[in-house]
C-alpha cells in the first residue's frame, strides 16, 4: 500500500478557511463552533455530545499526529466527525498556538441554559463576573471541574468561553461540566439565591475571612463564588447582591493571590466543607 498523502495542502482551501475564522468571536458566535486544539483537547472533544449530535464536526490531523495519537482520530470517526490529513502549513494555518501539537478539532457550541443549570440544583458553582483574560478564564473553569463544582456561569460581560485560549487553558474541562455563557450578573445572583443557593463574593477587601468561615462550619451548603476582573475586582454594586463578601487570608508577604489561584482556594475549600458535611458527592462517585 502507498504511504498516506495530506489531502489538504494548501491555506487556501475553503475547508481550511472556514475552520480558521473560527478564531475570531463573530464567526464563532454566527457558526457556532469552535476549534478545540492538542490531543486532551480533541480527545474530550471526541467522547463528548451536545444534545442528540456528537459535539466533535471535523478534525485536521497531520500525517504524524494521525499515527501518534490514532486512538483519538479513531474516536473523532468513531463519533462521525470528518477527519481530513492535513499538511504541517495547514495545521499551523488553522491553529492559534506558536507550537501546534498536529490536531485541531472544529466542535458545536456546548454551552447549557442558566435555567437548566439552576434545575439540576448544583450545589458549587463558579459564577466569572466580568472576567476578561481568556486564560484565567480556562483556568477558574478548570479549577473548578477539578474540585467537583457542577457548573460555571460566565455573565455577559465576560470573555467568549470559546476563546481559543480560555479553550487550551481549561485543558479539557470545558467538557466535563455545564458551562452557562451570556447571563447578567444581577440576574445570576437573583436566581441562585432564590434557589436556595448560598451566594458568596471571592474579594480581598471581604469583610470575612475564609478561614474563619470553615471554622464556624458555614460552607457545607449549596455555594456560588462569584470571581471578579483580574484588575479591579468586584464592583460594590455586584458585591451588595450576594451573601457575604469573603477574602482569602494572606498569612505571608504577598500583596495578593491572582484570579486563578484564589478560585481554586475558595472552590475547595468549599467542596472539602460539603464532602464533611456528607453533602457533596465525590469524583469517584463513593
Known sequence: MPPATPELVSPRSPRVLAARRLAKRNFRGKDRLFLAEGPQAVREAAGHRTGDAATLVELFTTLEAAERYADIVGAAR???ARVHLAAEQVIADISTTVTPQGLVGVCRFLDTPFEEVLAARPRLVALLANVRDPGNAGT????ADAAGAEAVVLTDASVDVYNPKAVRASVGSLFH???AVGVPVEHAVQALRDAG???LAADGAGDRDLDDELDKGTMGGPTAWVFGNEAWGLPEETRA???????VPIHGKAESLNLATAAAVCLYASARAQRASGGCRSVTGN
Open 140 to 143: 477558574v473553569l478548570r479549577c
Open 197 to 199: 443557593v448560598r451566594v
Open 241 to 247: 447582591l450576594t451573601d457575604a463578601v469573603v477574602r
Open 177 to 179: 461540566l455545564p458551562v
Open 78 to 80: 468513531d463519533a462521525g
